[in-house]
C-alpha cells in the first residue's frame, strides 16, 4: 500500500509538472523567435505585407496585366525595340533567300540557308513577345523596312556580299541584345538579365563566329565554281 501511494504520489508530481514544462517550452520558444528577430531584423508577417499589393490587385482594371511586378516601362519599351529588330533581320534573310532561289541565281543551298536563318529570327522575336506577355508587358508591333532585293556585287559577286551583309547584322542584334541586357541591368531586372544572357545571348555570339566563317570561307574561294562547291557544301550540312 505504502508503495502504492509512493507511485501516486510520483505521478501526481508528474502530472503537476507538465504544465510548468510546456509553459517553459513556450518560453523557450518565444525567446528563440525574439532571438530570430534580433540576428536578421526581420520578422515576416505575410498578412501584413501582402495588405498594399492586393489592394493594388484589387483596384487594377481589366485591361491591365495582374502578372505585372517590378517591370520598368523602359524594359518593356527596350523588348519592344529588340522585337522589331528582329523582325527587320528576318525580312533580310527572306529577301536573300528569295534571290538565290532565281533561276539565273541558283544557288539552293544558300537560299535555304538563309530561309532557315529568318525563321530563326522570327522565333526570336516570338521568344521575346512570348517574355514581354509573361512579365506583364505589352506587346507593340512597329513597321518593319522593306529590304533591298538585289544583291550581285561587281567585284565580290552575290554570295560574299551576302554573308557579309549577313555578318554585319548578326554584329548589330549581338550590340542591340547587349543594350536591352544594359537597360534590365540599368533597372536591377536580374530575371530580364538572366533570360537575355541564357535565351539570347549565348545564341547570337555562334551566329556571329559562324557568319564570319562563312565569310572567311568565301572570300578564299573567289566567284565561280568556288561558291557552287560553297552552296553544295552548305546545303549538305542543313
Not at 8 to 23: C, F, I
Not at 49 to 63: I, N
Not at 141 to 166: C, D, N, R, T
Request: contains cysteine; negative net charge.
Amino acid at each position: 500500500m505504502a508503495s502504492a501511494a509512493v507511485c501516486a504520489s510520483a505521478v501526481g508530481s508528474a502530472a503537476a509538472r507538465r504544465p510548468v514544462q510546456q509553459l517553459a517550452r513556450g518560453s523557450v520558444a518565444c525567446r528563440s523567435a525574439a532571438k530570430q528577430g534580433e540576428l536578421t531584423g526581420v520578422v515576416f508577417e505575410p498578412f501584413t505585407a501582402v495588405k498594399g499589393e492586393l489592394a493594388v490587385v484589387d483596384r487594377a482594371p481589366t485591361s491591365e496585366s495582374y502578372a505585372r511586378v517590378d517591370f520598368h516601362p523602359e524594359c518593356e519599351a527596350a523588348i519592344n525595340e529588340q522585337i522589331n529588330i528582329e523582325y527587320n533581320i528576318s525580312y533580310v534573310y527572306h529577301s536573300l533567300y528569295a534571290y538565290f532561289s532565281r533561276d539565273n541565281v541558283a544557288l539552293p543551298g544558300i537560299a535555304a540557308f538563309f530561309k532557315k536563318e529568318s525563321e530563326e529570327e522570327r522565333q526570336h522575336a516570338e521568344l521575346l513577345m512570348d517574355y514581354q506577355n509573361l512579365r506583364g508587358g505589352r506587346v507593340k508591333l512597329q513597321s518593319i523596312m522593306m529590304p533591298e532585293m538585289e544583291f550581285s556585287h561587281p567585284e565580290k559577286g552575290e554570295a560574299l556580299y551576302a554573308f557579309e551583309l549577313a555578318l554585319s547584322l548578326e554584329k548589330l542584334n549581338f550590340q542591340k541584345l547587349r543594350a536591352l541586357h544594359e537597360v534590365a541591368d540599368k533597372h536591377g531586372d536580374s530575371q530580364m538579365c538572366d533570360f537575355i544572357e541564357g535565351d539570347l545571348l549565348a545564341d547570337q555570339a555562334d551566329s556571329v563566329k559562324d557568319f564570319a566563317e562563312f565569310v572567311s570561307q568565301l572570300r578564299r574561294v573567289g566567284t565561280g565554281l568556288g561558291v557552287f562547291e560553297f552552296d553544295r557544301q552548305l546545303a549538305a550540312r542543313a
